[in-house]
C-alpha cells in the first residue's frame, strides 16, 4: 500500500503558485520523499527529492515539514504544461518503490 | 539521446497469443524496473532487477517472465494473453537505492490491448 495520502484533485490559475500536499505520518528515517509527475500519454517524470531540508531546483522546490510527516510541493508560477498528475512517494534503501493515487492537478488560463 | 526506451509503443493482439517488450536505458543504471498502470491509473510495480539480478517479484503471474540480458536491458515476455493484462507498462531504472537516493526514470510507456 502506497504510504503517503494526497488529494485527489487541484486547481490552479496559471502564473499563480500551486502548493501540491502530501501527508505521510508513517515515513521512516530511511525514507526520502520524491515528487513525480505524469504528463498524459507519458511516463512519470522526476521533479525533486528531499530528505530533511527544504530543497529547489528548476522545476520546483520541495518544502519538507520539520517532523517529516508532510510535505509541499511548489510549482512558482503554474503553466498549462503543468496540468499532469503529481505523485508523492517515499523512497527508502530497497527496490519496491510504490506510488498511490497521486494528485491530478488542473491548470486554468 | 532518450534515456530509457521501450518498444513498441503500442501492442495489440489476441487473447492467448505471446508477446515481448523491450526496454533499454543508456543511463548507466544498474537497477531497472516493470510498472503496470490500469485503466484506473495506478500504478503497480511488477519487477525489479539489479544487476541483472531478480529482486522484486510483486506476485505477477507465472505468465510474465521478465529477461534482462545485461544491466542496460530489461525485457518484459507474456504467455497466454488475456483481457486483464491490457494496461500500460513502463519500464523504470535507476541507480541502486542503497548506493544514494537516485530517482527513477521512466519510459514512455507500451500501451498492451488485448482483444
Known amino acids: 500500500d502506497a504510504k503517503t495520502t494526497q488529494p485527489n484533485s487541484m486547481e490552479s490559475n496559471e502564473e499563480e503558485p500551486v502548493h501540491l500536499p502530501c501527508n505521510h505520518s508513517?515515513?521512516?528515517?530511511?525514507?526520502?520523499i520524491h515528487w513525480y509527475r505524469q504528463l498524459p500519454s507519458q511516463g512519470p517524470e522526476y521533479v525533486i527529492h528531499g530528505l530533511t531540508s527544504n530543497v529547489n531546483n528548476r522545476m520546483a522546490s520541495l518544502a519538507i515539514a520539520e517532523d517529516r510527516k508532510s510535505s509541499t510541493l511548489i510549482l512558482h508560477r503554474a503553466t498549462l504544461r503543468d496540468a499532469a498528475v503529481y505523485y508523492c512517494i517515499l523512497r527508502d534503501l530497497g527496490f519496491k518503490t510504490i506510488f498511490g493515487a497521486g494528485t491530478r492537478l488542473f491548470v486554468k488560463a | 539521446d532518450t534515456a530509457v526506451s521501450q518498444t513498441p509503443k503500442y501492442l495489440v493482439t489476441q487473447m492467448g497469443n505471446d508477446k515481448s517488450i523491450k526496454c533499454e536505458q543508456n543511463?548507466?543504471?544498474?537497477?531497472m524496473y516493470w510498472y503496470k498502470q490500469d485503466s484506473k491509473k495506478f500504478l503497480k510495480i511488477m519487477f525489479s532487477?539489479?544487476?541483472?539480478?531478480?529482486?522484486i517479484n510483486e506476485t505477477v503471474p507465472n505468465r510474465f517472465s521478465p529477461k534482462s540480458p545485461d544491466k542496460a536491458h530489461l525485457n518484459l515476455h507474456i504467455n497466454s494473453l488475456e483481457l486483464g493484462d491490457s494496461a500500460v507498462y513502463f519500464c523504470a531504472s535507476s541507480h541502486s537505492p542503497g548506493t544514494y537516493n537516485s530517482p527513477l526514470h521512466f519510459g514512455n510507456g507500451t500501451r498492451l490491448t488485448v482483444t
Open positions: 543511463l548507466g543504471h544498474d537497477t
Open positions: 532487477y539489479n544487476n541483472k539480478e531478480l529482486i
Open positions: 508513517t515515513i521512516s528515517g530511511t525514507d526520502y
